[in-house]
């Protein structure tokens, strides 16, 4: 079993900062690609930031310069620095990574986090 969970979201002021983190856990062979989406208030979820395995990142152009995405394969962990917060990043920040399990076939699949709720408010 796969599981990936997130923390670190809550409510903070406009101009403020959070940082989200995403560890996964379970029988895992090996973790390629992880993201952050987000899914505001009747709207779809978007991506907002991606890494390779490698460290290669690339954002949405709405966060480029305020949110940095990094992460910590020894720890299977991604992160969200989120800077210079304004209210439309209002959303739930939703982590997604493709994983390969420790089973005998290197079954490999798309895995999402339950959501951190991110209130950007006065």
């Known amino acids: 079993q796969v599981q990936l969970v997130e923390s670190g979201g809550g409510l903070v002021q406009p101009g403020g900062s959070l940082r989200l983190s995403c560890a996964a856990s379970g029988s895992i062979s090996s973790i390629h690609d992880m993201g952050w989406y987000r899914q505001a208030p009747g709207k779809q979820r978007d991506v907002v930031a991606s890494?390779?395995?490698?460290?290669?990142?690339t954002y949405v152009d709405s966060v480029k310069g305020r949110f940095t995405i990094s992460r910590d394969n020894a720890k299977n962990t991604v992160y969200l620095q989120m800077n210079s917060l304004k209210p439309e990043d209002t959303a739930v920040y939703y982590c997604?990574?493709?994983?390969?399990?420790?089973?005998?076939?290197?079954?490999?699949?798309?895995?999402w986090g339950k959501g951190t709720l991110v209130t950007v408010s006065s």
């Open positions: 890494i390779t395995s490698s460290g290669s990142t």
């Open positions: 997604n990574a493709y994983i390969v399990r420790a089973d005998p076939w290197h079954s490999a699949t798309d895995y």
